[in-house]
């Protein structure tokens, strides 16, 4: 059964102050880890997908980054503006099919104060 | 484009009313998918669906159950509404089964008393 574990569950932050979010995963054949932002009272929002360990990607303040056990999203000088819940979710059935399925963590909800 | 819109955006239900939720998606996308969140679990699949026509049961899908008769529209339907259904309720689709990007609807908030 795949599963993903994410870490903290709350995480409150000063602005300027960097920091990681984790999320760790158990998967029969990675197909792709996703990273999803979700404002409140909102759906979720697409950030990035990560295929490989050692893969990276950035946007803004954020980076993402994959290994074969976990991903962590670092935010770099971080602004009131990052505040909301980051969503981890993983896609299974590397060198088959998945039909899209996700499975999710439970998110972190971040908090940045000015 | 609209993307994907729900229908409704908040409902209350008196537990063993039945009703239909709606998602419509306008990107001519194959795949649509129904999640539901609560507090601290994240978002589980309920069911899906890969083209017209077809469906499959995901996660969770005891109590509910859809229709894809037009490509474009997802119905999710709750016969005999029960309290431990009050959630939120999220549709998404993706153009073609990959790992293309998953595109949200804003969410149906549902209250079964």
């Known amino acids: 059964e795949d599963q993903v574990t994410q870490s903290p569950e709350a995480l409150r932050l000063q602005e300027g102050e960097s920091s990681s979010l984790n999320c760790s995963y158990t998967?029969?054949?990675?197909?792709?880890l996703f990273w999803y932002r979700q404002d409140p009272g909102k759906g979720p929002e697409f950030l990035f997908t990560l295929y490989s360990a050692g893969e990276e990607k950035e946007k803004e303040r954020l980076k993402a980054t994959l290994t074969k056990k976990e991903s962590f999203l670092h935010i770099t000088a971080p602004k009131p503006e990052d505040s909301a819940t980051y969503l981890c979710?993983?896609?299974?059935?590397?060198?088959?099919?998945?039909?899209?399925?996700?499975?999710f963590g439970q998110g972190t909800i971040l908090t940045v104060h000015p | 484009n609209a993307g994907v819109t729900q229908t409704p955006k908040f409902r209350v239900l008196k537990t063993g009313q039945s009703m239909t939720l709606l998602c419509a998606q306008d990107m001519n996308h194959e795949y649509m998918y129904w999640y539901r969140q609560d507090p601290g679990m994240g978002l589980r699949l309920i069911h899906y669906?890969?083209?017209?026509?077809?469906?499959a049961k995901g996660e969770v899908p005891d109590g509910y159950n859809v229709s894809r008769l037009k490509k474009q529209n997802f119905l999710l339907g709750l016969e005999s509404a029960a309290p431990s259904q009050t959630s939120v309720y999220f549709c998404a689709s993706i153009k073609r089964e990959s790992t293309d990007t998953q595109y949200f609807g804003p969410g149906t908030r549902l209250t079964v008393l």
């Open positions: 979710a993983v896609q299974a059935g590397a060198g088959g099919t998945s039909y899209g399925k996700l499975t």
């Open positions: 998967v029969s054949g990675l197909r792709g």
């Open positions: 669906s890969v083209g017209e026509g077809t469906t």
